[in-house]
């Protein structure tokens, strides 16, 4: 892979069917808006012909241009939404592709990266390109073998047998107007399979409307949609098996349903997120079941070392896992940045089990490093939202954590889902191992059931907390203190804010603070204090309590998240926010959520874009 490091995520979208291809396409196209983008294109059939429009800037650049020149009417199309690589964001780099001749339109999403290479041979070939991308080779490549094939699924198992890099393509022909061809390396693409009608796209979103059966695609293969059905070969041409799953959301999950932001309709989600993830989890004999284990309880016992691997706010949820796991299964578990993991040559083998989380299930750092554990011997365990992604199918074992669609950039229901099954995969370890008694884990399990209404709780008491975002939307700096598992919680507060305001934030570990940290204390700073429980770790709360005061007097202005019935720290916070008392453990599905709030109205306060924060996509599918 290219050392090259991208928030790639654009966004794909095909059609073959009855209906208005570009109604469908740009409908869809707006569905997948939330994954960030710079430019946007469709490419229609019609009466033997291919006709194309394509915008940089947002979809309303491209349904302007629709109107000022209208395109033929046709029943197959394919549409796109860019994220920059190869080339800036004009309307020239701005996908579809198409050959020289006009008869071949191209969409992809991921780097090529040997396109230089076979730009070069096109040139010498007397191709002109007119584009600076690595996307407007494909084109030209699958004029040459249409030419040669006329079968539009073999002219692109030809070329993708010559790309090196992550790719998904989708192309169309105007000599094969019933036909679009979809393949996938390394990054998402996702069938869709209604009554006499098909359809392609990066994420289900995109098709939902219209259907909710869906086919996985697998690794290196190509895909021919008819209206009649989809064909799946691998890029040798041979027939992959088809696997087909139901899409337990529907269209109006992934709308706002009359919120001003998707951000959040997702928080006010939470409380049924988290309800939906414990649904079904006990069996019938009282045992805890995950959704997919292709794990023997024996190789589990063998177990001497737990890996979790993950990104960016997944990466959190990861660090609060390590203090469940080490505690109820007394396994070594180390948490590691997957883009980090496979570089450094980490000591793993068949004793090893690696847990991968991604909501998209597809984020390429993660994907490689679960990719990596298999090759050592590992087994895997993946944590993901996402039904029929690369990295459950990859994995040895999975649990979903059944959150529905998240279109925020910025994420929040994922992270509290993804505790949620990080301590359930505990709690299923501690049961498999023998470390943990049923009554032990029916009454953890009791707790977390009541998690959903305490969520709810803290979502009903957030109106003092959006007011005093608000009187911060000046400032340059806000720094988040934890400890215990209200660290990697201080981590997740920082991050939500530099992602969506923009600020100067970050996390530390608050016994850190005299160790350099406290340098940063000065007068009317805001500084976040996530205070544990004085019942289940009384030692750590007074050590917290003490460093609230130390930055107290030297000026900070301080915000404190306490558990109902802490009066210690009242004397000591300028801000005080209350949440539930939970178990020590189980604390960050509570103490976040105001942090989300927070972030989120400081962000509308500085009139920041909210779902879409500049320079972010929702996941990243390149390495």
Same mark, same amino acid.
């Given at each position: 892979?290219?050392?090259?490091?991208?928030?790639?995520?654009?966004?794909?979208?095909?059609?073959?069917?009855?209906?208005?291809?570009?109604?469908?396409?740009?409908?869809?196209?707006?569905?997948?808006?939330?994954? &960030?983008?710079?430019?946007?294109?469709?490419?229609?059939?019609?009466?033997?012909?291919?006709?194309?429009?394509?915008?940089?800037?947002?979809?309303?650049?491209?349904?302007?241009?629709?109107?000022?020149?209208?395109?033929?009417?046709?029943?197959?199309?394919?549409?796109?939404?860019?994220?920059?690589?190869?080339?800036?964001?004009?309307?020239?780099?701005?996908?579809?592709?198409?050959?020289?001749?006009?008869?071949?339109?191209?969409?992809?999403?991921?780097?090529?990266?040997?396109?230089?290479?076979?730009?070069?041979?096109?040139?010498?070939?007397?191709?002109?390109?007119?584009?600076?991308?690595?996307?407007?080779?494909?084109?030209?490549?699958?004029?040459?073998?249409?030419?040669?094939?006329?079968?539009?699924?073999?002219?692109?198992?030809?070329?993708?047998?010559?790309?090196?890099?992550?790719?998904?393509?989708?192309?169309?022909?105007?000599?094969?107007?019933?036909?679009?061809?979809?393949?996938?390396?390394?990054?998402?693409?996702?069938?869709?399979?209604?009554?006499?009608?098909?359809?392609?796209?990066?994420?289900?979103?995109?098709?939902?409307?219209?259907?909710?059966?869906?086919?996985?695609?697998?690794?290196?293969?190509?895909?021919?949609?008819?209206?009649?059905?989809?064909?799946?070969? &691998?890029?040798?041409?041979?027939?992959?098996?088809?696997?087909?799953?139901?899409?337990?959301?529907?269209?109006?999950?992934?709308?706002?349903?009359?919120?001003?932001?998707?951000?959040?309709?997702?928080?006010?989600?939470?409380?049924?997120?988290?309800?939906?993830?414990?649904?079904?989890?006990?069996?019938?004999? &009282?045992?805890?079941?995950?959704?997919?284990?292709?794990?023997?309880?024996?190789?589990?016992?063998?177990?001497?070392?737990?890996?979790?691997?993950?990104?960016?706010?997944?990466?959190?949820?990861?660090?609060?896992?390590?203090?469940?796991?080490?505690?109820?299964?007394?396994?070594?578990?180390?948490?590691?940045?997957?883009?980090?993991?496979?570089?450094?040559?980490?000591?793993?083998?068949?004793?090893?089990?690696?847990?991968?989380?991604?909501?998209?299930?597809?984020?390429?750092?993660? @994907?490689?490093?679960?990719?990596?554990?298999?090759?050592?011997?590992?087994?895997?365990?993946?944590?993901?939202?996402?039904?029929?992604?690369?990295?459950?199918?990859?994995?040895?074992?999975?649990?979903?954590?059944?959150?529905?669609?998240?279109?925020?950039?910025?994420?929040?229901?994922?992270?509290?889902?993804?505790?949620?099954?990080?301590?359930?995969?505990?709690?299923?370890?501690?049961?498999?191992?023998?470390?943990?008694?049923?009554?032990?884990?029916?009454?953890?399990?009791?707790?977390?059931?009541?998690?959903?209404?305490?969520?709810?709780?803290?979502?009903?008491?957030?109106?003092?907390?959006?007011?005093?975002?608000?009187? @911060?939307?000046?400032?340059?700096?806000? @720094?988040?203190?934890?400890?215990?598992?209200?660290?990697?919680?201080? @981590?997740?507060?920082?991050?939500?804010?530099?992602?969506?305001?923009?600020?100067?934030?970050?996390?530390?570990?608050?016994?850190?603070?005299?160790?350099?940290?406290?340098?940063?204390?000065?007068?009317?700073?805001?500084?976040?204090?996530?205070?544990?429980?004085?019942?289940?770790?009384?030692?750590?709360?007074?050590?917290?309590?003490?460093?609230?005061?130390?930055?107290?007097?030297?000026?900070?202005?301080?915000?404190?998240?306490?558990?109902?019935?802490?009066?210690?720290?009242?004397?000591?916070?300028?801000?005080?926010?209350?949440?539930?008392?939970?178990?020590?453990?189980?604390?960050?599905?509570?103490?976040?959520?105001?942090?989300?709030?927070?972030?989120?109205?400081?962000?509308?306060?500085?009139?920041?874009?909210?779902?879409?924060?500049?320079?972010?996509?929702?996941?990243?599918?390149?390495?």
């Amino acid at each position: 892979m290219s050392a090259r490091r991208l928030p790639l995520m654009c966004g794909i979208v095909g059609y073959v069917g009855s209906q208005s291809a570009l109604d469908v396409v740009m409908a869809g196209l707006k569905r997948l808006e939330y994954r &960030g983008y710079d430019s946007g294109g469709v490419a229609v059939l019609s009466d033997g012909g291919l006709a194309a429009a394509k915008k940089a800037g947002k979809l309303v650049n491209l349904e302007k241009e629709l109107v000022e020149r209208p395109l033929p009417a046709g029943t197959t199309g394919i549409g796109h939404t860019r994220w920059a690589t190869h080339g800036g964001p004009t309307d020239a780099n701005a996908h579809p592709h198409l050959d020289n001749a006009g008869r071949v339109a191209v969409v992809h999403n991921g780097i090529i990266e040997n396109f230089a290479v076979l730009r070069a041979e096109l040139a010498e070939r007397g191709h002109e390109l007119n584009s600076e991308t690595d996307t407007e080779v494909v084109a030209h490549l699958l004029a040459e073998e249409f030419s040669a094939t006329a079968d539009l699924a073999e002219a692109m198992r030809l070329v993708c047998r010559r790309l090196e890099g992550a790719f998904t393509l989708v192309a169309v022909h105007a000599d094969d107007p019933d036909v679009v061809v979809g393949a996938r390396r390394n990054s998402p693409l996702v069938v869709g399979v209604g009554e006499g009608e098909a359809f392609l796209a990066s994420d289900v979103a995109a098709f939902i409307a219209h259907t909710r059966s869906a086919v996985e695609l697998g690794q290196d293969q190509v895909v021919e949609l008819r209206r009649d059905g989809v064909t799946v070969t &691998g890029f040798d041409g041979r027939p992959a098996e088809v696997h087909s799953y139901h899409v337990d959301w529907d269209a109006s999950a992934a709308e706002k349903g009359g919120y001003d932001y998707f951000m959040l309709k997702e928080i006010a989600e939470q409380p049924k997120a988290v309800a939906d993830t414990l649904l079904g989890r006990i069996d019938p004999s &009282g045992s805890l079941t995950l959704d997919e284990v292709r794990i023997s309880p024996s190789e589990l016992r063998e177990i001497d070392k737990v890996v979790i691997v993950a990104c960016g706010t997944a990466f959190h949820a990861g660090m609060i896992a390590k203090y469940a796991i080490e505690h109820w299964t007394r396994i070594p578990c180390e948490v590691e940045l997957a883009s980090e993991f496979r570089y450094r040559d980490p000591i793993l083998d068949g004793r090893s089990l690696v847990i991968a989380i991604s909501q998209s299930g597809e984020t390429m750092d993660t @994907l490689m490093a679960l990719r990596h554990a298999r090759e050592q011997g590992s087994k895997v365990l993946a944590i993901c939202n996402t039904n029929g992604s690369t990295i459950p199918r990859e994995s040895d074992a999975v649990l979903y954590t059944h959150a529905g669609p998240e279109v925020a950039v910025a994420s929040t229901k994922a992270f509290l889902t993804q505790l949620v099954a990080c301590y359930l995969v505990a709690l299923y370890l501690g049961q498999v191992r023998g470390t943990k008694w049923g009554d032990e884990i029916q009454a953890v399990i009791k707790d977390l059931s009541r998690i959903s209404e305490e969520v709810e709780r803290v979502l009903e008491t957030m109106e003092p907390v959006r007011a005093l975002a608000r009187t @911060l939307a000046d400032k340059d700096t806000v @720094l988040f203190l934890g400890r215990h598992v209200g660290y990697p919680v201080a @981590l997740e507060g920082a991050l939500k804010l530099k992602e969506l305001a923009y600020m100067h934030a970050e996390g530390f570990a608050a016994g850190e603070l005299k160790h350099g940290p406290i340098a940063l204390i000065e007068e009317d700073v805001p500084v976040v204090v996530v205070v544990p429980s004085p019942r289940g770790r009384s030692v750590l709360h007074d050590k917290i309590v003490s460093n609230i005061q130390e930055i107290r007097a030297r000026g900070a202005r301080t915000i404190v998240i306490a558990e109902e019935g802490d009066e210690a720290v009242v004397p000591y916070a300028d801000h005080l926010i209350r949440i539930p008392a939970t178990p020590t453990l189980l604390q960050p599905l509570v103490a976040t959520v105001p942090l989300q709030v927070f972030a989120c109205e400081l962000a509308t306060a500085r009139g920041n874009e909210v779902d879409q924060p500049r320079n972010l996509a929702k996941s990243v599918t390149v390495e």
